[in-house]
């Protein structure tokens, strides 16, 4: 029988198109264009924690490179190459060719090259490290938000979390929007495009991993400023229509993770090219509120006029990571 | 109780000194010198495969990172940055400290700042990435050994393996030789500055991590060669002495791992400029055998004049890798 050695070297030697030495020697060798930054990136994923052990491994690994590819999209960089690191608790071809094949269809869809890697026995634990260019000056951080920005939202943040409720028994979805439910968390779709398409426009982005208004907290903090959520400017219809639960809905937009949209800021004059780049890249963006000089202080602002602290509302995450 | 999240950027937030944006974003920036190569590596160290649990955290901080170091060494690269993917089963503050003051300890032994990381609750996990520059086209690969030139080692390799078999209880040692087993075991010296060194010099190099034939064998494979190691060359003497058996020491230093000693090929009229070279660095270098145009055949020759292949020593690690 091969070793998980010989495994990952069938099935995770491919072709690689932008690098100068990949798999194989003490180091790859990469060479960014002229004028670019290397943005890097490294996330670790652990079975039970981040996903359960009898995942499928072909959604296992997209969702493995995808969520990295998404925290690159969120600093508007274009993906370039990855490593990856994996502890695995058997040479179990089977499963390594399916967690290949997903791996690499993440990588062929965003061409990313794969060019090296450490592999051991041990937990199953899957951690990329991944390298992206942006020009220089041209990174969108966390820390640029400014006073009358409007903040947006890509995409329907919630689905993933309640597809995970779903998965867990304690909610009952059927049809087409438990199908874009369960995709939203098995194979979520880092938003690339939309973040190339943002340089030059947001002020702050980053990307949707932990809940909405948790990771908001993330901008609000290395900003600075505080935030204005208008919750009728969510876009709820959509999961409030499948779940039958609009406090669900809302519960699952603003503080469900796993959804890998993207949250930014951007000045209020340019309201209209953002819609159109929405159109143009058909991913719906969603001005759902407005950045403050309150530092740190985040409002929801219901249509009745009520305004509440996220924090009353018993949030769990919030301000997990802050 | 702060969380493991408070506590690693606690202890693991500290000035970066070339990059341009270092923890708490989604991504870190850096730009490599114009002209530069990047190399990369990552390594993943699992607690139970690759070191005790229980393990002194601070050593095994600098470890860590040393070996991630040891492969930049061993592409004649210049470590610069570093990100560090972490899994603890626990926010245990004074360990997250210790294994901090090792981690950073030996970042600032060679100048490389910690950009990123992330951090997760589970079996305990530590996956570097490791990034360094060199000017194009001056990497040292595994792949350009040509017969006739020699084949070099830095220092004694073997100790790790002797201090290793020491904490098992299969060795007694005692003394200042003792002492040097168990710190090239668990504080090894990543040879970064004959490295740097051997730019224009070796034709061919790698690390010795898992053992200097089986990764010798790497070299072979690579570069299309065979080699003959005189084992009358092998820096021998003192692990002999140290440990009273020449055919232990002869073992350790042929197939014990974890030294992290250079191997490396360099045309035979370079062996003065190697010599002097190693004197410079106060770092012994052996000229222990010669390339060969044999391809994929690896013989020990003895002083008798006897030649072995090592494959048929039973050498357990030989090819593990290959």
Redesign the interface.
């Known amino acids: 029988m091969p ?1 998980e ?1 010989a495994l990952i070297r069938r099935h995770f030697t491919r072709p690689a198109r932008h690098t ?2 990949a798999v ?9 264009g ?1 004028g ?9 994923l ?5 996903f359960f052990a009898d995942t499928d491994p072909e959604g296992l690994g997209w969702k493995t490179l995808a969520v990295n590819v998404s ?2 999209a ?2 508007g ?1 274009t993906p370039r ?1 990855v ?5 695995l608790p058997a040479a179990d071809e089977a499963w390594i060719a399916r967690f290949a094949q997903g791996f690499f269809a993440c990588a062929e869809a965003f061409d990313i090259d794969v ?9 199953l ?1 899957l ?1 990329p ?1 991944i ?2 260019e ?1 020009p ?1 000056g041209q ?1 969108i ?3 640029g938000a400014r006073p009358g920005d409007e903040l947006w939202v890509s995409g329907t943040p919630g689905r993933a979390a309640l597809g995970l409720a779903h998965l867990q028994g304690s909610l009952a979805l059927d049809g087409a929007f438990r199908d874009s439910c369960l995709k939203a968390l098995q194979r979520p779709q880092p938003r690339v495009a939309l973040g190339l398409g943002l340089r030059g426009i947001a002020s702050a ?3 949707v991993s932990d809940g909405l208004l948790g990771d908001l907290s993330h901008i609000l903090e ?1 900003s600075g400023v505080g935030a204005e959520v208008r919750t009728a400017a969510l876009p709820l219809a959509a999961l409030a229509a499948g779940c039958g639960d609009p406090a669900r809905a809302l519960q699952a937009c603003t503080a469900g993770g796993d959804d890998y949209e993207l949250l930014f800021t951007a000045p209020a004059p340019c309201h209209d090219a953002l819609l159109a780049l929405g159109e143009r890249l058909g991913l719906p963006l969603h001005p759902i509120g407005r950045i403050t000089a309150h530092s740190g202080v985040l409002l929801l602002c219901h249509p009745d006029g009520r305004q509440e602290s996220p924090r009353a509302l018993g949030y769990d995450h919030f301000g ?2 802050a």
Chains 1, 2 share one sequence.
């Open positions: 070793s050695f100068d030495l194989g020697d003490d180091a790859a060798l990469i060479r960014p002229p670019m930054q290397l943005a890097i990136s490294t996330d670790m652990v079975a039970g924690t981040h925290d690159l969120a600093m960089a190459w490593v990856l690191a994996a502890c060019i090296g890697g450490d592999t051991t026995r041990g937990p634990n951690c490290t390298f992206g942006i220089l990174a951080t966390r820390g982005m980053l990307d290395h997990r990571n």
